[in-house]
């Protein structure tokens, strides 16, 4: 990523962590999302954080069309 790019993406990463330490029960929700079970020693609202970061990362509009 340009730097542009890391900065909005570490800024959306706090933004997350913000909300989600003030919501635990949302990141539990989102934590507990997919197939495998999240690893011990994992915190909640950390993986919840990455998940809403790689989601949004995922559904780019240059993820989703190469060109």
């Known amino acids: 990523p340009s730097e542009d790019e890391r900065v909005t993406l570490l800024?959306?990463?706090?933004?997350e962590r913000a909300f989600l330490m003030m919501n635990p029960q949302q990141a539990e929700?989102?934590?507990a999302l997919g197939r495998a079970p999240r690893?011990?020693?994992l915190e909640v609202?950390?993986?919840a954080a990455w998940t809403a970061?790689?989601?949004m990362i995922?559904?780019?509009d240059e993820t989703l069309n190469r060109e």
């Open 11 to 15: 800024l959306a990463l706090a933004e």
């Open 29 to 31: 929700l989102i934590a």
């Open 39 to 41: 690893a011990r020693g």
């Open 45 to 47: 609202v950390e993986v």
């Open 53 to 55: 970061v790689a989601s």
């Open 58 to 60: 995922l559904n780019l």
